[in-house]
C-alpha cells in the first residue's frame, strides 16, 4: 500500500490515471441524479470556493448539497462517502489525515490546485512599518519585543492569535517551547477565521503589535501581510511527526493545494467528476474569493455568485471540455 500511496504523490502517475480514465470511455455515461456532497469549512476561501464549485456542478445539471463539517474530520467523510470531495487540502497542516484517509481506502487524488500555499504565523506589514518589533520578519527579534503584543488575555506575554485549534492541533505552542519561547509568549486560539481578521482590524485601530495565523491565498495577499521566517522545516521536525521539543522550533513549509474525492465519484457522476479535475485556481484567484466576503463583506453564496459570472472564462472552459462544445 506504501508503495501505492508513494504514486499517489506523484503528480506524473495522478496525470496518467486521470487520462487513463478520461479515454476510457466512462465520460459517455450519464451523471446520477443524486446530490453531489459539498463540505462546508469556517474559512472564507473553502466556503467560497465550496459554491463557486457547486454552481459549476449545477450549470452541468447536477445537483449539489452542501455539509458542514470539521476540517480534519473531513477526510474521513470523504472517505466514507458522507461528502463528495474536498476542495482545500493544504498540504502543511493537513496531508497527515489526507494521506491517512486515502491508504485506508476511499479517498483517491483528484489533482492539484496551480496556488502554491503557505500557513504561517505572521503580522500585518504596518507593524513592520512602525518598527514595533526591530528585526522582524527574522524570528529572533521577538525575543526582545513581547511587551508590544501582549492583550488583555496573555497574562502580560506576547500572544500569538492562532486559528481554531482543531485546525493544526499543538503545533504552535510547541512551536513556542521549542523556540525558547514560552516564558514571554502565549499562544491562544481564535474560535474561527472571522475572529482573526476581526483582530487584524482592531490592532491597527488601536495601533499595538498583533502576531495572528494566516495563510497565503488569501484576501491579505493584497492588503499587505508579511510572514515571520522561523528556522526551516525538515521532515520530522514537528512532534507530531516524531520530531522533539529540540526540533519542533521549525516553520511551516511551502506545499501544495490538493482535491481529493470518494472513489465513487467518477462512477456515479463522471461528468462532473471529470470537471473537478480539470479545474485548478490560482493564487490570484483564491485570493479574490475570500477577498468578496472578508473585504467587500458578501456572503458566501453571492460571492460565488458574483465569482462565476465575472470569471466564466476560467471555469466555463473546465465543463464544456466535459459535456461538449454545443453545451
Known amino acids: 500500500m506504501n ?16 487520462s487513463l480514465f478520461s479515454v476510457s470511455g466512462v465520460l459517455k455515461a450519464q451523471d446520477s441524479t443524486s446530490p453531489i456532497k459539498i463540505p462546508l469549512k469556517n474559512w472564507s476561501s473553502q466556503l467560497v470556493m465550496a459554491h463557486v464549485i457547486g454552481g459549476m456542478f449545477e450549470s452541468m445539471g447536477n445537483n449539489v448539497e452542501y455539509v458542514p463539517v470539521d476540517n480534519q474530520a473531513s477526510f474521513e467523510a470523504v472517505r466514507n462517502g458522507d461528502i463528495t470531495l474536498v476542495h482545500e487540502v493544504w498540504q502543511s497542516t ?33 507593524v513592520i512599518e512602525k518598527n ?40 504552535m505552542p510547541n512551536r513556542v517551547k521549542g523556540l525558547g519561547l514560552a516564558d514571554n509568549w502565549v499562544v491562544k486560539f481564535a474560535g474561527g477565521a472571522d475572529a482573526l481578521w476581526t483582530e487584524l482590524k482592531a490592532a491597527e485601530k488601536e495601533g499595538r503589535g498583533t502576531i495572528i495565523f494566516n495563510w497565503s491565498p488569501n484576501f491579505t495577499d493584497a492588503s499587505g501581510f508579511t510572514f515571520i521566517e522561523f528556522p526551516p522545516y525538515y521532515d520530522g521536525c514537528r512532534i507530531a511527526d516524531g520530531g522533539s521539543l529540540e526540533t ?10 490538493k482535491k481529493g474525492a ?66
Not at 483528484?110 to 496556488?115: K, R, V
Request: charged share 20%.
Open 262 to 327: 470518494n472513489y465513487k465519484f467518477p462512477k456515479t457522476h463522471p461528468k462532473a467528476y471529470a470537471a473537478f479535475t480539470r479545474l485548478t485556481f490560482s493564487t490570484p484567484q483564491i485570493g479574490s474569493m475570500a477577498a468578496l466576503v472578508d473585504v467587500e463583506g458578501m456572503s458566501h453564496e453571492d460571492a460565488a455568485v458574483k465569482w462565476l459570472a465575472d470569471n466564466e472564462d476560467v471555469w466555463k472552459p473546465w465543463t464544456v471540455s466535459v459535456l461538449g462544445a454545443g453545451n
Open 132 to 171: 514595533l518589533c526591530p528585526g522582524l520578519p527574522n524570528w529572533e527579534a521577538l525575543k526582545d519585543c513581547h511587551e508590544v503584543f501582549a492583550t488583555a488575555d496573555s497574562g502580560g506575554k506576547g500572544r500569538w492569535l492562532e486559528g481554531p485549534q482543531n485546525w493544526h492541533g499543538d503545533v
Open 3 to 18: 508503495v501505492l500511496i508513494n504514486r499517489f504523490r506523484n503528480p506524473l502517475f495522478i496525470t496518467f490515471f486521470v
Open 94 to 126: 493537513m496531508q497527515n489525515a489526507y494521506y491517512n484517509a486515502m491508504e485506508k481506502g476511499g479517498l483517491i487524488d483528484a489533482g492539484t490546485h496551480d496556488a502554491v500555499t503557505l500557513e504561517e504565523m505572521g503580522v500585518p506589514n504596518w
Open 248 to 257: 519542533t522550533g521549525c516553520g511551516s513549509p511551502p506545499g501544495w493545494l
